[in-house]
């Protein structure tokens, strides 16, 4: 590991348990083993580290999986179920990183106090899933596999908002997150995913 990805990882764990604004450079580089001064040599100042950590965490969240796309021509599009449960494996990979859960922790601890990681949770984790799941209702009313009177805005709320509450409910539970809940996490995010689908698909 390098110097860079040293202080990558230091400034993760620190932000993660004491918060992003309680930790100074000087703490950074007491941890990593340099001085402060030679963390200039990779990051320009605190906010950069931040930055770096958040763009790891967004390009983590970028599903390059072909399964699911939503394309007109992508066949799962005909099984909302199989679709979902393409997209929740992956985000159950992205999750299982220890890296990923130190990300999320610490968004939570800050996102009230940092207007950076405030936007950045409401842009990142809020905005973008939403519009995506909004997308993939829209186009399976279009396609008359949900029903015409379906509100698809409201439906990607319903949809999304289950699994952010399981996400917060064991974020508070556990400093050190088992697999064990995350793994009941998906299962029960699988479960409202049929539920919900079996109550608008068209019969």
């Known amino acids: 590991m390098n110097t860079k990805e040293k202080i990558f990882n230091v400034s993760l764990e620190l932000f993660s348990k004491k918060g992003y604004d ?8 007491e941890e990593v083993g340099i001085k402060k001064s030679s963390i ?8 950069s580290i931040l930055m770096d950590i958040f763009n790891q965490f967004t390009s983590s969240f970028e599903l390059d999986d072909e399964n699911i796309e939503l394309s007109d021509n992508n066949p799962l599009l005909e ?15 992205m999750l299982f990183q220890e890296t990923n ?3 999320w922790k610490l968004i939570l601890i800050q996102m009230h106090h940092n207007e950076t990681i405030r936007l950045f ?7 973008k899933p939403l519009e995506f799941w909004k997308g993939l209702f829209t186009i399976l009313k279009e396609k008359g596999i949900i029903h015409k ?15 952010i509450y399981l996400l917060l409910d064991i974020c508070a539970k556990y400093d050190d997150i088992p697999e064990e809940a995350l793994e009941k996490l998906f299962d029960e995010t699988e479960q409202h995913a049929k539920f919900l689908f079996e109550s608008v698909k068209v019969k």
């Open 22 to 29: 309680s930790v100074s450079l000087r703490e950074i580089a």
């Open 40 to 47: 200039y040599s990779h990051y320009s100042s605190k906010e």
């Open 79 to 93: 099984n909302p179920e199989a679709f979902y449960h393409a997209g929740s494996e992956a985000m159950k990979n």
């Open 101 to 103: 859960l130190k990300i």
């Open 121 to 127: 949770f409401q842009n990142e984790i809020l905005v």
């Open 149 to 163: 009177n379906c509100n698809p805005e409201l439906l990607a709320k319903q949809y999304y908002s289950f699994p």
